[in-house]
T-cell receptor, first 114, second 115 residues
Framework: GAGVSQSPSNKVTEKGKDVELRCDPI?????LYWYRQSLGQGLEFLIY????????KSGLPSDRFSAERTGGSVSTLTIQRTQQEDSAVYLCASSERTSVDTQYFGPGTRLTVL | AQSVTQLGSHVSVSEGALVLLRCNYSSSVPPYLFWYVQYPNQGLQLLLK??????LVKGINGFEAEFKKSETSFHLTKPSAHMSDAAEYFCAVSDRGSGYSTLTFGKGTMLLVSP
């Protein structure tokens, strides 16, 4: 498969628990993006990676959110002490270099915080 | 700062009718503009993009959009709607202010197509 993959596809957790969401970008894509999609808020940018570094973290909503990327490939988005307002679909995308290049999106992880 | 406004959260058309989805942007510098489509329970797929070449951009599935700087608009059109076009459509902008590093999306327009 040549597309962006995300796991898990669905995650149900209890308030206060930590969760990790994984993104496997298209091989060779140096840019990786995380977005959050929720009712009423639309698509919100969270963080952007170029290689392993994150030059733009401006969209992370709080310090409970963090992300890392290793080996210029797989990325993990971690949400600590989850809250009900964190419930959303988390989308990952990758592109060859920058957002001017086409961003290819994964199917998303639907997070439900009870 | 870049921003996008999509007029109409829902647009309904009959099969065979013209599709027009509106997008207006705000950007302090020449932007790059995109339209993405999202089918139910799927990720987003690029329909077309404007990157300062021809102002009329043709995309997949018969869609096209025209960049109008004077109107700060990038409306999406299709001459004849198909049932398979029913989906949510997102307009997005990226500009030099962000280093062309990120996309700012509109809130989306759900296209409903009736037989």
């Amino acid at each position: 498969g040549a597309g962006v993959s995300q796991s898990p596809s669905n995650k149900v957790t209890e308030k206060g628990k930590d969760v990790e969401l994984r993104c496997d970008p298209i091989s060779g894509h140096t840019a990786l993006y995380w977005y959050r999609q929720s009712l009423g808020q639309g698509l919100e940018f969270l963080i952007y990676f170029q290689g392993n570094s994150a030059p733009d973290k401006s969209g992370l909503p709080s310090d409970r959110f963090s992300a890392e990327r290793t080996g210029g490939s797989v990325s993990t988005l971690t949400i600590q002490r989850t809250q009900q307002e964190d419930s959303a679909v988390y989308l990952c995308a990758s592109s060859e270099r920058t957002s001017v290049d086409t961003q290819y999106f994964g199917p998303g992880t639907r997070l439900t915080v009870l | 700062a870049q921003s996008v406004t999509q007029l109409g959260s829902h647009v309904s058309v009959s099969e065979g009718a013209l599709v027009l989805l509106r997008c207006n942007y705000s950007s302090s510098v020449p932007p790059y503009l995109f339209w993405y489509v999202q089918y139910p329970n799927q990720g987003l797929q690029l329909l077309l993009k404007y990157t300062s070449a021809a102002t009329l951009v043709k995309g997949i599935n018969g869609f096209e959009a025209e960049f109008k700087k004077s109107e700060t608009s990038f409306h999406l059109t299709k001459p004849s709607a198909h049932m398979s076009d029913a989906a949510e459509y997102f307009c997005a902008v990226s500009d030099r202010g962000s280093g062309y590093s990120t996309l700012t999306f509109g809130k989306g327009t759900m296209l409903l197509v009736s037989p």
